[in-house]
């Protein structure tokens, strides 16, 4: 079958869904599939320096073709302009190009990308997949960053008419399949598959590396990813400041909108045991996270329902017990409760009580009462692997039934 992938950012860019992609790219390949990635040059953080990549180019059997854009230095209106550029582009490869069997693509740029390429796909022919890393949106607007209502109503028939006429629909959740479920019903064919720890292939380096040794036997803390309006991370900075700094240090990994304000107040409130690093490549992420004792993931309230935070499964890959600030009766609460992972409390939780929250983890896991996430299945590539070649084979024009004679 011939795939074609669609989305801006692939491996070695940076974004989680880039390094994913690769694998599961691969995984088609091997499987005996023809497939394309369309892309653009590394852009999404510019601070990580990676290099030009050749615009076309045949790896581990993957065509890689990466589109013309116009120089990106963050964020703004020429970041706004690429990503039109790229659907543009896009669009006019798959609906004048070569003919594709399965037409794939994600929720980055929202809606109006999935909507774009996927009309392409089906007017060739085409069966089409819509994989929604998050649901949007309403991942918008729980966020505070849409808050016209007529523009969300708009966005959301438009993507209600793509779920509908989607070949497949893959979301990470079953909070997110009811979500989904709420707007179109049984209209739309959705199938729930997580994504999984990536394999770190080859490194990329980075031009400040981090300093991941603690010279005082505190135990730390990691927050890694992105550190923006979904993340609920002021409370998390107020609960590590009522900490004693000898005790529990949180390391804060990445970078993203609300940092330089979270900075600002630790330098005013003199927190002595919260430190920021910079943007790290996959490898040092990985190696950073094994030197810590505990991984947070903390999300805004009412978020759980559009979105699953992958760095859940790098937390389980480098062995680490998990702090959620997460509603409890979601499935990411669930994962880590059901399986003796961590912690879960809501968060809608004060600072004194996640401080709280932050001794009882700390004395659970040196009482040895969680079990090791390492030893779990859940995170693993495999498991993924079999659920995305089964969906696969289902939609595969190849192996449906022929006519009866």
Request: charged letters at 20%; a neutral charge; proline letters at 6%.
């Amino acid at each position: 079958m011939k795939i074609t992938i669609v989305y801006r950012y692939f491996w070695p860019d940076t974004p989680p869904y880039a390094a994913m992609l690769r694998d599961m790219a691969a995984w088609f390949s091997n499987a005996g599939h023809d497939v394309e990635i369309i892309t653009a040059q590394p852009a999404y953080k510019p601070e990580a320096g990676i290099p030009r990549q050749p615009r076309r180019e045949i790896r581990n059997g993957i065509k890689i073709r990466r589109l013309p854009l116009l120089p990106e230095h963050g964020r703004g209106f020429v970041k706004l302009l690429n990503g039109a550029l790229f659907i543009l582009q896009a669009f006019f490869i798959i609906l004048f190009g070569r003919r594709r069997d399965l037409v794939w693509t994600a929720t980055i740029p929202p809606v109006v990308q999935a909507a774009a390429i996927l009309a392409a796909g089906r007017i060739r022919g085409a069966a089409t997949l819509y994989h929604m890393q998050d649901i949007y949106p309403e991942i918008a607007e729980v966020s505070g960053l849409m808050k016209n209502a007529l523009a969300a109503k708009v966005l959301r028939a438009i993507d209600n008419h793509t779920l509908k006429r989607a070949s497949a629909v893959v979301v990470l959740s079953s909070d997110m399949e009811n979500s989904i479920r709420e707007r179109v019903g049984s209209e739309a064919t959705i199938s729930v598959i997580n994504n999984f720890a990536f394999s770190i292939g080859e490194p990329v380096p980075d031009k400040a590396p981090p300093t991941a040794q603690n010279s005082n036997p505190s135990f730390r803390f990691v927050f890694a990813g992105n550190i923006g309006r979904f993340q609920n991370l002021e409370i998390l900075v107020d609960a590590f400041g009522r900490l004693d700094g000898t005790k529990a240090v949180l390391e804060i990994v990445g970078e993203g909108r609300v940092k330089q304000k979270l900075q600002a107040i630790v330098a005013e409130r003199n927190y002595q045991n919260i430190r920021f690093h910079q943007h790290m490549s996959s490898s040092e992420v990985s190696q950073f996270m094994e030197s810590c004792d505990v991984g947070i993931v903390s999300l805004s309230p009412g978020l759980y329902r559009y979105a699953f935070p992958s760095k859940t499964w790098t937390y389980m890959a480098a062995g680490l017990p998990m702090l959620a600030l997460v509603e409890e009766d979601s499935a990411l609460a669930q994962i880590i409760t059901d399986n003796q992972f961590g912690i879960a409390v809501p968060q809608t939780i004060d600072a004194e009580g996640l401080a709280k929250a932050v001794t009882e983890i700390m004395e659970q896991v040196g009482l040895d009462n969680l079990r090791n996430p390492k030893d779990s299945l859940l995170y693993r590539p495999e498991t993924a692997q079999a659920d995305w070649l089964q969906l696969i084979e289902t939609i595969d024009p190849s192996q449906q039934p022929g006519p009866a004679t």
